[in-house]
């Protein structure tokens, strides 16, 4: 359970070094949203650790002044895992791309999800693979790989939110890059919560999508229905099928199940 200590303000969350992601990268945005949701939740900054994997977003821990890892292409996940097994009292969130989490990775978020652990995993997913120069990703759509003429075209992308919720993840929220405020919002959320969360955060790469797809992602973008209950699995499963825009939680497991039997509803 988290405690606010004393009021922070995010820069107190940032050390020095400047970033070198492109202009316009979403990763931009997604840093300054970590540093709100620490300090909204008044958080230590030596009772942080940001683990990460490889690839442009995988930088994140760098930016940060808390304890930080940038680890092994696809493998924040048991790395984290094993960290907050020794150290429950640390804050531990891991983060990286879609290539990171889907590709080389996929095979760790099954097992980080039966086990339960009390972290958060943020996955900046901007479609495709940023650091090594914008090849096509497990997330990556028909529609794109045609018009970048990239190889692979006929692989169905993966849809994330279905997955990790098919996995049995107790907390899942989507949300996007251009949106800081929300995206604060839902990392406050995940963080708060007592297991595995998931947080899908549609992001960009400006430099091998195009300036404009900010753009595109504002427009596609829509906050929940109203009426939505994020507690009824059903409708969390007919919302990851269905809409691949919608933002919020979209799943949060009640906590009497988790002790026990985590994946049962
Ligand atoms: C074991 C291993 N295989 C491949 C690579 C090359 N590599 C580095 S980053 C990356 C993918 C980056 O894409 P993503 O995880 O989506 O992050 P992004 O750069 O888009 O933020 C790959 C394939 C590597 N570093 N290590
Ligand atoms: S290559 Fe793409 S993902 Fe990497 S820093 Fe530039 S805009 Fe961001």
Redesign the pocket.
């Known amino acids: 359970m988290i405690t606010q200590t004393q009021q922070r303000k995010p820069i107190e969350y940032r050390n020095e070094l400047n970033p070198v992601w492109c202009t316009g990268c979403g990763d931009y945005g997604v840093l300054k949203s970590f540093t709100r949701a620490f300090a909204k939740l008044g958080l230590p900054n030596e009772r942080i650790a940001i683990i990460s ?6 930088r994140l821990p760098g930016y940060c002044l808390t304890y930080g890892f940038n680890t092994i ?1 696809g493998r924040s996940l048991p790395i984290a895992t094993g960290l907050k097994t020794a150290r429950s009292d640390l804050t531990v969130i891991a983060c ?5 989490a889907f590709a ?1 990775g996929a095979g760790h978020i099954p097992h980080a999800i039966r086990r339960n652990p009390d972290i958060t995993y943020f996955v ?1 997913d ?1 479609s ?5 120069k914008g090849q096509a ?1 497990p997330t990556t759509s028909h529609e794109f790989k045609e018009m970048k003429g990239l190889i692979g075209i006929d692989e169905v992308p993966i849809n994330p939110v279905l997955f990790v919720l098919s996995c049995g993840a107790g907390f899942i929220a989507r949300t996007q890059s251009g949106n800081m405020a929300h995206m604060a919002d839902m990392l406050t959320q995940a963080i708060q919560y007592p297991g595995f969360a998931f947080i899908h955060c549609l992001s960009v ?1 400006v430099t091998y999508q195009g300036r404009e797809i900010q753009e595109v992602l504002d427009q596609k973008c829509h906050p929940l229905p109203e009426d939505y209950n994020p507690s009824d699995q059903t409708q969390a499963f007919n919302i990851a099928r269905k809409d691949p825009w919608a933002l919020g939680v979209i799943y949060r497991r009640g906590l009497e199940a988790t002790e026990e039997e985590p994946n049962a509803q």
Do not use: R
């Open positions: 994997g490889i690839g442009c977003s995988s292409h990286g791309g879609d290539g990171d080389i900046m901007n495709c693979y940023g650091l090594t990703s790469c």
